[in-house]
């Protein structure tokens, strides 16, 4: 019986110890001392879920699922543990065993807006949109004020190219998270895809001003200096300069074919620019030749023109805006 206790008051030290250098930041070693009472027999499904959290935590995903399934049956009435495995098995692209363990929770608490919304994200993941949209509206029946319900409605509407539905619902998760940077950034791009430029504008302002990340703000002043520049009548392209027609024909199968534009100009152009993916920057009319600038407004959005003999060589241009 003495035995018993000792061994139960060394496991309890191991987790109390693990627990501390987890608080210390010092996550390799709180892994190492929960294993150690792992292997020396504390199996509670409290245990198991510490650790997972920490495997998890340290991006350490297949080792964190195994020890949530040995915590499912340790003790199988835990919707959170079915929650997270949803999670990990979407972030690990297995969107069968990400739904099955999103479904289990939702049997678990079906009164769980949370779980309704992890429901829909697998859908979508899976590109099951009718099912998404049902789960996420469902998520919304439980809870209207749910953020993320409506930030997920937001993508299914945008991946649907319903722009003015997917602004209106990233607009509600503003309303809900006055400081949520994802949301404004959302809507800046859907506003500038609808060349709603003003309104834009006004969006990544805020996103820039929300952004702490030194590389996330960079990332959204291109963005603004972007709409600030289709504002002020500047365009932008990227073109592959090459010698000859046989040369052209070639890069042009390549990007058919779905090659990367900029990898492609980095490897065959021979203008100066073609380390940068052959990107002009932005330019005002009368920046640049005047028949590159004429080949350039007679492309959509997007567009790749085919092969052109311009004064400077045989040309394919890609328009970006």
């Known amino acids: 019986m003495l035995a ?73 009435a835990q919707a959170q543990v079915c929650f997270e495995l949803a999670k990990v098995f979407q972030v ?34 899976a590109g099951h949109s009718a099912q998404a949209k049902a789960a996420f509206s469902h998520a919304l029946e439980l809870d209207p004020q749910n953020p993320e319900a409506h930030r997920f ?19 509600r998760v503003v309303a809900l998270l006055p400081e949520d940077l994802e949301a404004h950034n959302n809507i800046a791009f859907l506003l500038a895809r609808q060349r709603q430029y003003p309104e834009a504008l006004a969006a990544y302002q805020k996103a820039e001003s929300l952004a702490k990340d030194p590389r996330l703000r960079q990332a959204v002043r291109a963005n603004r200096e972007a709409v600030e520049a ?44 073609a380390q940068d993916g052959g990107d002009t920057g932005f330019f005002r009319p009368g920046e640049l030749l005047p028949d590159f600038e004429k080949a350039v407004l007679g492309l959509q959005l997007g567009q790749t023109s085919a092969p052109m003999v311009l004064p400077m060589g045989v040309v394919i241009i890609h328009r970006l805006n």
């Open 92 to 125: 690990l692209d297995q969107p069968d065993s990400a739904l099955g363990y999103a479904r289990r929770a939702q049997q678990l608490e079906p009164q769980s807006s949370g779980i309704a919304t992890m429901v829909g994200a697998v859908h979508l993941q």
């Open 153 to 171: 409605l937001g993508v299914y509407y945008t991946e649907g190219d319903s722009l003015a539905q997917a602004i209106a619902e990233f607009r």
């Open 4 to 76: 018993v206790r000792a061994e139960a008051t060394d496991l309890l030290r191991l987790a109390e110890t693990a627990e501390a250098l987890a608080d210390q930041g010092r996550l390799g070693e709180a892994i190492s001392a929960y294993e150690k009472a792992l292997e020396a027999g504390a199996g509670s499904a409290k245990i198991l879920n510490r650790l997972a959290g920490l495997y998890l935590q340290t991006e350490q995903l297949e080792k964190g699922a195994a020890l949530l399934r040995r915590s499912l049956a340790e003790n199988p």
């Open 230 to 273: 289709m504002m002020a009548g500047k365009m932008r392209a990227r073109y592959i300069l090459v010698d000859t027609q046989a040369r052209a024909a070639e890069v042009e199968a390549k990007l058919k074919a779905g090659e990367d534009f900029a990898g492609l100009a980095a490897r065959f152009s021979k203008a100066p620019n």
